[in-house]
């Protein structure tokens, strides 16, 4: 099964991003894709990406909503910051938090997750030390970053452990 | 463009609340971008953009189209997921350019790099 399908779920994502460019669900369309989908499957295994196995749907779910959550948030308070920083310049800054995740696809996703949610900017991991720097924009409350970040180390655990 | 006046009114309500949000959210970023005092908290103001802006944008044409054509409309999700996905990697590569050059320079306020740890020798951990 590994020898012909390397990843699966690369391959259905392929599909469905194949599907939904071509806006069908046409037999054709579905035959199309899942020939690409393991045809650039057997393409990624040449570049032997880290292997990780995703698992529990219903946390990776769940985990997405509360991100999703903070997205909102975070664009609320960036907003504000920014509207204000005429009058008080804000109080931005560095933190270190020690992250524990070995698995180099949690890794790349919560960097990703981090930079992406306006607010917070991902600088630097170290490996040796398995810290992360990262930098806030407005550290009205260090604690609180430091509890979100330690939040999605325990998602990412729980979807990738 | 003319057929966008099909749009019944409360499609038309809705999918002017999300642009225009959308826009003046793009907007505040680049205004966040122009205004802030230092490097570092200039990364945060794009984010703005590509997260609330895109994802308020995109929602918008697909409530649109979906109303005007009358079937359902994914592929802007296709917009979304890449613009998130793509530009955190760019903005990362930015900010460790910076922390570097002010590492190089010495500037003051930027923590220093970690000292590597020590790498134990077996003769050391027998003492």
Known sequence: MRTWFPYPLL??????????????VAPGTIVM??????????????????RSHPRRILRTLRFGASVFVDVIRSNIAVVRVILRVGRRAPNS??????????????????????????????LEYDRGRKSLLFHVLDMENEEVWIQTVKRYEAGLKEMFG | MSHLTDLPTWAAVIVCVLVLLGAAIAL????????????????????????????????????????????????????????????????????????????????????????????????????
Request: glycine fraction near 6%; aromatic fraction near 6%; proline fraction near 6%.
């Open chain 1, 93 to 122: 800054g560095f933190l270190t938090v020690d992250i524990d995740i070995e698995d180099e696809n949690a890794l790349a996703l919560l960097a990703c997750i981090m930079t992406a949610t306006p607010g917070t900017a991902w």
């Open chain 2, 28 to 127: 505040i970023g680049s205004i966040g971008l122009l205004r802030l005092p230092d490097f570092y908290t200039r990364l945060h103001a794009p984010t703005l953009a590509t997260s609330g802006g895109v994802i308020l944008i995109c929602t918008a044409s697909m409530v649109c189209f979906a109303v005007l054509q009358n079937r359902w409309v994914f592929h802007e999700v296709l917009i979304i997921v890449f613009v998130i996905m793509t530009t955190p990697v760019t903005l990362m590569l930015l900010g460790q350019a910076a922390l570097y050059r002010d590492r190089v320079e010495q500037r003051r306020g930027v923590p220093l790099k970690q000292k590597p740890l020590p790498v134990q020798t077996p003769e050391e951990t027998e003492e």
């Open chain 1, 11 to 24: 391959s259905i994502g392929l599909l469905i991003i194949w599907m939904l460019l071509n806006q069908s």
């Open chain 1, 33 to 50: 894709g899942t020939i690409l989908g393991i045809a650039l499957a057997w393409v990624t295994l040449k570049l032997h990406p880290a």
